[in-house]
């Protein structure tokens, strides 16, 4: 019998890191021991005790615990345990369960950072990230800066927040959660009612560098992009709109909480008839609007804007645009180009010399054949290339 209990004891007994059950024997201040299986005893103590302890509050004799095994065998003879290590186990098998099956949770968030919020989820660490924010915490900063969003997300520092565990990796210790998933989710009956191409009516609620926003509808909220609030050029939205606007706008796109709208969509293109109205040749009075190093941005009526560039404003080399006009200043240039499909018009300043083309060499008659003089052509450096027009958002437009 007593070789049976034996061979039984070394066949099942515990290694290092496996959680076992067992039924509390003691419970103590210092220590509870727990038998496991009737063939051995556990002791969990110190602080593998204290930190596993708000699961077990309340711990009573015959009570079933879970345990990770941290020692065989420890200097009084029994197995070495942790409630700390059984609950990192059990809150790693719970956040994949909850990333299964996407359901809502409460975490806190603990501390903030440039990239979002730190969060726990029970006994484990996690981070909320800024673009995972629900529209009503997602911070508007103008142009992005880190200090700006920092100093915005860390009123949140001891709130809590409703999340889905978005990813997870035990491996690598990460836990990735998100708001914006639960506001999705909230609001996909909503957001069946609208379809691209459909017109709504909101409030201007924002303004930054790159565009407004507009909350419109049951709390949704749309983008319309700077370059989809009119037809012409403008620097900011701020030149167009002011918030508490109540506008019209087009849905042009809806990507999961995204939406994305277009003023100038409700408007006819006053390009499709720039032709009707200007022509190339034709000598026009424009206000210069905006200065650029590489030329002048031309307001030739409330929605045409043209370009003159740095080459077409003087007959002489000019190395300062300032110096040649000031915002403000009305001319009179020549249309050079139209281009209705770019929304592009070329300006010259009126009375200034064509640049002249150089004709194309008659290859037979003005160049030398390579074979009639091999060793200049082996000794010529190469032409030094003239500087290009430096590439910015506005040389892009």
Known sequence: MFKTLLQQYFKNAPKTGDVVQ????????????VDIAGLMIGTVRGRELAA????????????????T??????????????????????????????????ATIEVKVLDANKGGLMITLGPLPGFLPVSQLGPDNYPRVPGGDKNKIVEHIRQFVGKTFRVKVMDVSEKEDK???SEKLVWEEEQKDVLGKYTVGQTIEG???????????????EGLEGLIHISEIAWQRIDHPRDVLKIGDTIKAQIIQIDGSKIFLSLKRLIDDPWKIVKEKYTVGQTVRGKVIKINPFGLFVELDAEIHGLAHISDISDQPVTDVNEVAHVGDFLNFEIVSIEPAAHRLGLRVAGLKPKEVP????????APAVAEAPEVLEEAPAPAAEPAVPLTEETKE
């Open 22 to 33: 067992g039924n509390v024997l003691s419970v103590s201040k210092s220590e509870i021991k």
């Open 52 to 67: 596993g302890m708000q699961s077990y509050t309340g711990l009573k004799l015959g009570d079933t615990v879970e345990a």
């Open 69 to 102: 095994v941290i020692d065989e065998e420890n200097e009084n003879g029994e197995i070495e345990l942790s409630f700390r290590a059984a609950g990192f186990v059990r809150a790693w098998d719970q956040v994949r369960e909850l990333a299964r099956s996407q």
């Open 175 to 177: 836990l990735i959660v």
């Open 203 to 217: 409030t201007v609620s924002a303004l930054t560098s790159f565009g407004a926003f507009m909350e419109f509808g």
């Open 359 to 366: 004709a194309p060499l008659e290859a037979a008659e003005e």
